[in-house]
């Protein structure tokens, strides 16, 4: 992802530091939190990869990130068209043992839910996300700076 801002005087948009780099599949949205005379920018993106993250710039113009979702299915895309479902609490040896005896290995690939929106209040104080599943989870800052999900569908 990168952000950009138009310059009046130049009369062309301009990138705005570096990439920021948190997503390792396709960004599928990203939405400008709403600044209520807040001295901070936040953005939300969320993406192919099964992740939603809350991006903050500092003082500095330097953004950092913190991941609000991490989809608990994965679907393992192997070989032959075969596909098989795993829960991330599951125990790996148990799973590496039964992918053995189908004659298959922990090296496929996983890949999460995609999730594909998300959503500011008009506050801006509530993110709205929807991933692929058709679920939607509401998340709020926390007084510490976490993220907690408030509700889910």
């Not at 609490?89 to 992918?99: I, K, V």
């Not at 709205?128 to 998340?139: H, P, R």
């Amino acid at each position: 992802m990168q952000v950009w801002q138009y310059s009046e005087s130049q009369g062309q948009w301009l990138q705005q530091g570096g990439t920021l780099l948190g997503h390792n599949d396709w960004v599928r949205d990203v939405a400008w939190a709403p600044n209520l005379g807040l001295p901070k920018s936040t953005i939300a993106s969320c993406g192919q990869d099964g992740r939603a993250l809350v991006w903050t710039e500092d003082a500095g113009g330097a953004w950092t990130s913190t991941a609000l979702l991490q989809s608990q299915c994965y679907k393992m895309l192997c070989p032959y068209g075969l596909s098989l479902h795993l829960r991330k609490a599951a125990p790996s040896s148990q799973h590496e043992s039964r992918l053995a005896s189908a004659g298959m290995s922990m090296s496929c690939a996983l890949l999460q839910e995609p999730v594909w929106r998300v959503s500011w209040s008009i506050t801006g104080n509530i993110l709205a996300v929807t991933d692929g599943k058709d679920n939607v989870t509401l998340w709020k800052e926390a007084t510490d700076g976490q993220w907690q999900q408030i509700t889910s569908s």
